[in-house]
T-cell receptor, first 115, second 113 residues
Framework: SAVISQKPSRDICQRGTSLTIQCQVD?????MFWYRQQPGQSLTLIAT?????????ESGFVIDKFPISRPNLTFSTLTVSNMSPEDSSIYLC????????????FGAGSRLTVL | GDSVTQMEGPVTLSEEAFLTINCTYT??????LFWYVQYPGEGLQLLLK?????DKGSNKGFEATYRKETTSFHLEKGSVQVSDSAVYFC????????????FGQGTILTVHP
């Protein structure tokens, strides 16, 4: 299965700043997925990142707040913009492990704390 | 919309005890069902899955059976070990989704020697 590296693994950020999370996969994948896990909550899909086109966002998430880049088939970034304490979460990158099987492999996550 | 409900935790057991973590779901159509596990400091890993009614997923001594009549996918293990201490997530993938999993809130399991 794919190996996913995310960085930073954790960070403490000031209100109003932006932070970019990087996700590197060790093999080429068509789609990459960004999830958020708020404290004490389950995981929620933010968006799907496609190489060569704009990301597709889920209801409640917008590009201005969570811009995503996907420059090639092994890399993606998620930026959390103009952060507030409500953005304190774990952000996870994932890819589909077996094509068409809906089985996802996840990175270890990036834990952001916004003060 | 789709939803997954897991039994609330945390769950604390002694080694070799029997484990059940309940999971029920609401979905249209015929979803695939999953259990993911997150060990401390690691990413989520697929533990087992089932793609149709009456399928039984199994891995590492864990089992779960897809029960369409009760819309359930309860996780069981006959004898837990300290190394099973982790957070367990039940999830579903709807028939028309791609990469979009709906997760339960997670259940923290702690196993004591």
């Amino acid at each position: 299965s794919a190996v996913i590296s995310q960085k930073p693994s954790r960070d403490i950020c000031q209100r109003g700043t932006s932070l970019t999370i990087q996700c590197q996969v060790d093999s080429q994948v068509t789609m990459m997925f960004w999830y958020r896990q708020q404290p004490g909550q389950s995981l929620t899909l933010i968006a799907t990142a496609n190489q060569g086109s704009e990301a597709t966002y889920e209801s409640g998430f917008v590009i201005d707040k969570f811009p995503i880049s996907r420059p090639n088939l092994t890399f993606s970034t998620l930026t959390v913009s103009n952060m507030s304490p409500e953005d304190s979460s774990i952000y996870l990158c994932s890819v589909e492990r077996d094509s068409g099987a809906n089985v996802l492999t996840f990175g270890a996550g990036s834990r952001l704390t916004v003060l | 919309g789709d939803s997954v409900t897991q039994m609330e935790g945390p769950v604390t057991l002694s080694e070799e005890a029997f484990l059940t973590i309940n999971c029920t779901y609401t979905a249209t159509g015929y979803p695939s069902l999953f259990w993911y596990v997150q060990y401390p400091g690691e990413g989520l890993q697929l533990l087992l899955k089932a793609t149709k009614a009456d399928d039984k997923g199994s891995n590492k001594g864990f089992e779960a059976t897809y029960r369409k009549e009760t819309t359930s996918f309860h996780l069981e293990k006959g004898s837990v070990q300290v190394s099973d201490s982790a957070v367990y997530f039940c999830a579903l993938a709807g028939g028309t989704s791609y990469g979009k999993l709906t997760f339960g809130q997670g259940t923290i399991l702690t196993v004591h020697p």
